[in-house]
């Protein structure tokens, strides 16, 4: 059982390139999210789901695109990227809403845009 | 908009002292809340969470307490360790999704031998 599993671990990025951050979870979880922790700052939410086939945004979501065509993978894409992206990005799936179901994270891709 | 947030960003206790960290939040409709600590070059992970009809629930050295008058959470750690040098973070669940967690800016302790 791995977990929450996000790759790359580290990615350097030109301004305007695009890529994909990888999120995949083995533990049957209906719920995942896309976090981004910038230094000082707590984590900050910007997308999420409820379940294969739905998503919707967090609190900052601009130039962020996701997807999630199964239970087990929610990509992140970054469409042009841009300095201000600069950051660490955390995964994070859960069980189920409310109590005894917290989000399990992964160990987060560190971004440099450039 | 609103967020929820601590009162100190970092905190030095010696081994063996009991450790309190705090966290205001302004959102009276959360019903659901949450303390993470995150190690350095780690992921956040689940320490202990309570729901909003409670007042205080204990883990194993870890108590959290939850005042909804006056909107604070606390957790209080027992005879803190050396290991438990991390940031710690409070999160409230703001909609039904239980993904959808709004974080503090975290709380650094460190723990002196």
């Known amino acids: 059982n791995a977990g929450v599993t996000q790759t790359p671990k580290f990615q350097v990025l030109k301004t305007g390139q695009s890529m994909t951050l990888q999120c995949a979870q083995d533990?049957?979880?209906?719920?995942m999210s896309w976090y981004r922790q910038d230094p000082g700052m707590g984590l900050r939410l910007i997308h999420y789901?409820?379940?294969?086939?739905?998503?919707d945004q967090g609190e900052v979501p601009n130039g962020y695109n996701v997807s999630r065509s199964t239970t087990e993978d929610f990509p992140l894409r970054l469409l042009s990227a841009a300095p201000s992206q600069t950051s660490v990005y955390f995964c994070?799936?859960?069980?189920?809403?409310?109590?005894?179901?917290?989000?399990?994270f992964g160990n987060g891709t560190r971004l440099t845009v450039t | 908009g609103e967020s929820v947030g601590l009162h100190l960003p970092t905190l030095s206790v010696q081994e063996g002292d009991n450790s309190i960290i705090n966290c205001a939040y302004s959102n009276s409709a959360s019903d659901y809340f949450i303390w993470y600590k995150q190690e350095s070059g780690k992921g956040p992970q689940f320490i202990i969470d309570i729901r909003s009809n409670m007042d205080k629930r204990q883990g194993q050295r870890v108590t959290v307490l939850l005042n909804k008058t006056v909107k604070h959470l606390s957790l209080q750690i027992a005879a803190t360790q050396p290991g438990d040098s991390a940031v710690y973070f409070c999160?409230?669940?703001?909609?039904?999704?239980?993904?959808?967690?709004?974080f503090g800016k975290g709380t650094t302790l460190s723990v002196s031998s």
């Open positions: 999160a409230e669940n703001i909609r039904q999704a239980g993904t959808a967690l709004i």
């Open positions: 994070a799936s859960s069980h189920g809403t409310g109590h005894n179901s917290p989000l399990h």
């Open positions: 789901s409820v379940g294969a086939g739905i998503t």
């Open positions: 533990m049957n979880h209906e719920y």
